[in-house]
């Protein structure tokens, strides 16, 4: 599921609130966030354990974020170490 802006500012107050833990990933245009959510939040109809928005590049002026909601800690895993390799080759 692809965020508006204001989709994704919503998202980070509403977890800086409930002062849940967030891992932030450095992008280009925006940054990739996984949050803790541990059924905190509802978003989307869903609680899940894991709220991970992705940075999707569209063009050199624009990118926006890819929401994913999972209870998988396999999921969650591929995605934080996909991240944290591609923070690193930055």
């Given at each position: 599921m692809r965020l508006t802006a204001d989709e994704s500012r919503k998202i980070l107050e509403l977890a800086s609130e409930k002062q849940l833990d967030m891992e932030v990933f450095e992008?280009?245009?925006?940054?990739?966030?996984?949050?803790?959510?541990n059924k905190a939040l509802q978003v989307d109809g869903q609680t899940p354990n894991y709220i991970i928005m992705l940075d999707k590049y569209i063009n050199v002026w624009q990118s926006e974020h890819e929401l994913i909601l999972t209870d998988s800690d396999q999921k969650f895993d591929e995605v934080y170490q996909e991240l944290s390799r591609l923070e690193m080759t930055v």
């Open positions: 992008g280009t245009l925006n940054d990739s966030y996984i949050i803790y959510n």
